[in-house]
Each structure stands twice: as structure tokens, then as C-alpha cells.
């Protein structure tokens, strides 16, 4: 029921219909399903670059997709900045 729903994007009704379940199971057994993916993913599905410090070249060649990482980007090094100001300031007054 799970892959029917993540691969058609079959809302809860179609797959009552499909498999003869009732809403409530469909859902159950959606949700338990989803929610062990998620543990699985803490320890399986892991990104090569664990800080985000570097944008996949797929994503950099696409213009539809580049722009958001920018804005991304540019806030991540300005947090990384204050941060760093407020250090200093910190150490300045210990």
C-alpha cells in the first residue's frame, strides 16, 4: 500500500479502493510504514558531504533549481558570521 501511494501519488480513497481496506487501516499501516523509513534513515541514508558545505553539481547546473541554493548559501555564511562576531564580542569583554 505504501509504494501504491508513494509511486501514484494515490490519495487514502483510491487505495481503500484498491486494496478493499478501510481508511483508518490505510492510514495505519501508511503511517507505521513512513515512520520506520525515518528511523532507517538516521542510520542508512546519509549525505556524502554530512555539513551541506557543498551544492551537488547537478543542482548547480540547473538554473530552476540554483537559485534557491544561493539564498541558501549566502544565509548560511552570513549565521556562520554572527556567530563569530558574537565570539569575539564575548571574548572582548571575558
Known amino acids: 500500500m505504501f509504494l501504491y501511494t508513494i509511486a501514484l501519488g494515490a ?13 483508518e487501516t490505510v492510514n495505519r499501516y501508511f503511517n507505521e510504514v513512513l515512520k ?6 538516521v542510520d542508512i541514508i546519509k549525505p ?4 551541506f558545505l557543498n551544492t551537488a553539481r547537478e543542482i548547480e547546473m540547473n ?4 537559485p534557491h541554493f544561493k539564498v541558501r548559501q549566502t544565509v548560511f555564511i552570513a549565521i556562520i558570521e554572527i556567530n563569530i562576531n558574537i565570539i ?3 571574548f572582548n569583554y571575558l
Open 11 to 23: 490519495t487514502n480513497r483510491q487505495v481503500q479502493e484498491r486494496f478493499q481496506h478501510s481508511g
Open 36 to 41: 520506520t523509513i525515518c528511523l532507517l534513515a
Open 48 to 51: 556524502d558531504d554530512s555539513e
Open 63 to 66: 538554473p530552476r533549481f540554483m
Open 88 to 90: 569575539l564580542l564575548i
